[in-house]
């Protein structure tokens, strides 16, 4: 793994770790600094761990194996919100133990699964030719993702669950999206958030 050199906006000190946040009718983010700040939640609810037991110790979850293939791969982009503030979407997602770091970045491991971090960005990287969607990514990263639950969070008549591609809507089963190269994918649970539509990914990913 390779940290890109130019990554996504409104990186910020957090725990060693950083998001972002955004503006409704601004251009689209880009691989460079943004003025506006993100808004972190109060607890480690919003600062979910990168790995589950099973996805530390390399094991098979469902379909998905951890290897040492070198296949290429693209980036999608997700960005997540309960009750208005930024969820931060940790490096090291989808790397098994020992993982090998870099500041803020995780740059290998033990092995690693079809999809994974490697930063704080929200990048999820993806194997080329695997056919993947957000519901492997939230089962990789060892959480819940339904349309009664995200995380740790419950959804409820104050606690509505909104997703939306590149965009728009979706009108679809959550975990049905499909992480396709440079999907832009926001949910929202609560409070709804100002933000870019769709997210500018660095050349070459």
């Known amino acids: 793994m390779r940290p890109s050199v130019r990554r996504r906006s409104c990186c910020v000190?957090?725990?060693?770790?950083?998001?972002?946040?955004?503006?409704?009718?601004?251009?689209?983010?880009?691989?460079r600094l943004d003025p506006a700040a993100p808004r972190f939640g109060?607890?480690?609810?919003?600062?979910?761990?990168?790995?589950?037991?099973?996805?530390?110790?390399?094991?098979?979850?469902?379909?998905?194996?951890c290897t040492h293939a070198r296949g290429r791969r693209f980036g999608a982009h997700l960005e997540l919100f309960v009750d208005g503030l930024d969820v931060v979407i940790p490096p090291g997602v989808g790397v098994a133990l020992p993982q090998h770091r870099h500041g803020a970045y995780v740059t290998g491991g033990r092995c690693s699964y079809p999809l994974r971090t490697s930063d704080p960005t929200g990048v999820i990287e993806v194997t080329r030719g695997a056919a993947l969607t957000l519901g492997d990514f939230f089962d990789?990263?060892?959480?819940?993702?339904?349309?009664?639950?995200?995380?740790?969070?419950?959804?409820?008549?104050?606690?509505?669950?909104?997703?939306?591609?590149?965009?728009q809507r979706w009108r679809g089963p959550v975990r049905a999206v499909a992480l396709r190269r440079h999907v832009s994918i926001v949910i929202e649970l609560g409070r709804h958030v100002a933000r870019h539509p769709v997210y500018l990914f660095p050349a070459g990913q």
Request: hydrophobic share 40%.
């Open 13 to 31: 000190a957090l725990i060693g770790l950083a998001c972002a946040g955004c503006g409704e009718q601004a251009p689209p983010m880009r691989g």
């Open 42 to 65: 109060p607890t480690s609810g919003w600062r979910p761990l990168a790995l589950s037991p099973r996805s530390a110790a390399g094991g098979r979850i469902g379909r998905l194996r």
């Open 140 to 167: 990789v990263w060892g959480q819940p993702l339904s349309e009664r639950r995200v995380l740790g969070f419950s959804a409820g008549a104050r606690r509505r669950l909104a997703v939306l591609v590149n965009g």
